[in-house]
């Protein structure tokens, strides 16, 4: 347990993961949203939000069921501590979450300080950040709740916005007014009048001090938060909330609750290469560009383009003669868009999800606790699939109704459970697992295990599965 300088307040990190961030599409989808991509450097998001903070004490991420293990695996590629991972039953927007957070904090340290963060932010400037961060705990050890205004650069209309009586004080100032986003006239207005910064959505606040306020000004719906959190479930690694009570939570923003309400509210100005990549545009315009301000990534050629993005994941991309063009390849779709029409793009995603197209909730690859599955190709009674098994995992002892799977190692060891017997198999060796028999199958090694699969039969939907035994709490 890592203390602040302060000596006296613990401070723990609250980062938000529950968002979907659909205007990023392809790439961001409902069950891999963008904060667990690689959307710039070496990490993802989420990875780069935790190392922003990684100098306090361990972090409490709230995300939701789905993305449980992806969450835990992510943080455990940069963070040996434990992290305490709250699982959301339903979506209940950021007070609630927030407010389970703090009590969550409060069962762990004596008065402790949150510093709460979406876990899809951009921050460029990490020096610039922890010297707001540094300004804002003081702030906070005074009894104030703390928001930073991000000092704009532009006539923003995409973001809300904080007046203050004093917008450039490094130390914060009062807060006058939250604002919802403007028009363009407003914004410009806005940005003229000098007292106006754009809402982060990051916040610093005592845990007490918060909970007090929420009740002070209405929030009747406290006390179901914290019944969720003490009639809670560990599951694993995980707290699962209890979902009667957090269901009972209103649905509401934490600015609405209290932030827009409270006579506490302290603004910490931040100009630190703030975006929430939001957008494919606000991508491009965070990104490091060429000298015809083409912003690349991954395997791309182009020629004579200007003010582009080129976002290739699985395969090669050329782009010639294009002016403020996005074009952003994944492995089952393609965007191609004007760039200043990115925020568009929500369009796309509403009717994918009216038809019910695979697109709108997954990837072709679709991550599991013990490993990911590719489909590579597939037919009327058939599909073929790429699956890869971490070491030491293994999936849930299973059966099938309606489909026969059979299993051929491509790279290292596998380990199937076939009815009541058990056989090793190498590289190039397969076997055969009929329709109704119960198996397993495991990676016994310490490389991953990767094998095609072939599915036959009369229906080949993934909720054809029984499931006997399971090491990620799954089993039936």
């Known amino acids: 347990?890592?203390?602040?300088?302060?000596?006296?307040?613990?401070?723990?990190?609250?980062?938000?993961?529950?968002g979907s961030g659909t205007r990023l599409w392809p790439k961001s989808r409902k069950a891999y949203p963008k904060q667990l991509h690689k959307l710039y450097g070496d990490m993802t998001m989420l990875q780069h939000t935790m190392k922003r903070v990684q100098q306090f004490a361990p972090p409490i991420v709230v995300c939701n069921n789905d993305q449980r293990f992806m969450v835990a695996s992510q943080i455990a590629e940069i963070d040996s501590r434990k992290a305490e991972i709250i699982l959301e039953p339903c979506a209940r927007n950021t007070a609630p979450a927030i407010a389970v957070a703090a009590y969550r904090a409060k069962q762990l340290y004596a008065n402790p300080i949150l510093v709460v963060l979406a876990a899809d932010h951009l921050i460029?400037?990490?020096?610039?950040?922890?010297?707001?961060l540094e300004q804002a705990i003081v702030?906070?050890?005074?009894?104030?709740?703390?928001?930073?205004?991000?000092?704009?650069?532009?006539p923003e209309t995409g973001y809300g916005y904080i007046q203050s009586e004093n917008a450039t004080s490094a130390s914060g100032s009062k807060i006058v007014q939250f604002v919802e986003k403007?028009?363009?006239?407003?914004?410009?207005?806005y940005l003229a009048a000098g007292t106006y910064t754009w809402n982060s959505g990051?916040?610093?606040?005592?845990?007490?001090?918060?909970l007090a306020e929420v009740a002070s000004l209405g929030g009747d719906w406290l006390a179901q938060c914290e019944a969720s959190l003490v009639n809670a479930e560990t599951d694993l690694d995980f707290i699962r909330l209890a979902e009667p009570e957090f269901a009972q939570c209103e649905n509401i923003s934490i600015d609405y609750a209290v932030m827009e309400k409270t006579p506490k509210a302290w603004m910490v100005p931040l100009d630190a290469g703030w975006s929430d990549l939001g957008s494919w545009e606000s991508l491009w315009e965070s990104s490091a560009k060429d000298e015809n301000g083409n912003a690349v990534f991954g395997d791309a050629f182009i020629k004579n383009?200007?003010?582009?993005?080129?976002?290739?994941e699985d395969r090669f991309v050329a782009a010639i003669g294009l002016e403020n063009i996005a074009i952003i390849e994944s492995d089952d779709a393609l965007l191609v868009v004007n760039r200043?029409?990115?925020?568009?793009?929500?369009?796309?995603?509403?009717?994918?999800?009216?038809?019910?197209?695979?697109?709108?909730?997954?990837?072709?690859?679709?991550?599991?606790?013990?490993?990911?599955?590719?489909?590579?190709?597939?037919?009327?009674?058939?599909?073929?699939?790429?699956?890869?098994v971490k070491p030491g995992a293994s999936i849930s002892l299973q059966m099938h109704h309606h489909r026969a799977e059979h299993w051929v190692v491509v790279e290292g060891t596998a380990l199937v459970q076939k009815g009541e017997k058990e056989q090793l198999l190498g590289e190039n060796e397969s076997i055969y697992i009929p329709l109704g028999e119960k198996h397993r199958l495991s990676n016994p090694g310490k490389l991953p295990l990767h094998l095609i699969e072939v599915r036959s039969g009369g229906y080949l939907g993934e909720d054809d599965?029984?499931?006997?035994?399971?090491?990620?709490?799954?089993?039936?």
């Open 465 to 476: 599965i029984v499931r006997f035994q399971d090491a990620y709490g799954r089993a039936e």
């Open 305 to 312: 383009c200007t003010g582009s993005l080129i976002h290739s």
């Open 182 to 189: 403007p028009d363009l006239a407003t914004a410009q207005s």
């Open 202 to 210: 990051m916040f610093v606040f005592p845990a007490d001090l918060l």
């Open 1 to 18: 347990m890592q203390e602040n300088q302060s000596e006296t307040r613990t401070v723990v990190p609250v980062i938000l993961s529950g």
């Open 340 to 388: 200043e029409a990115t925020q568009d793009v929500k369009y796309v995603v509403d009717w994918l999800k009216q038809q019910d197209r695979n697109e709108f909730q997954h990837h072709r690859q679709v991550h599991r606790p013990w490993g990911s599955f590719d489909t590579l190709d597939a037919g009327k009674r058939f599909q073929v699939k790429r699956i890869e």
């Open 139 to 154: 702030a906070a050890e005074q009894e104030r709740l703390v928001a930073f205004g991000v000092i704009p650069h532009k």
């Open 124 to 132: 460029s400037d990490l020096n610039a950040f922890h010297g707001a």
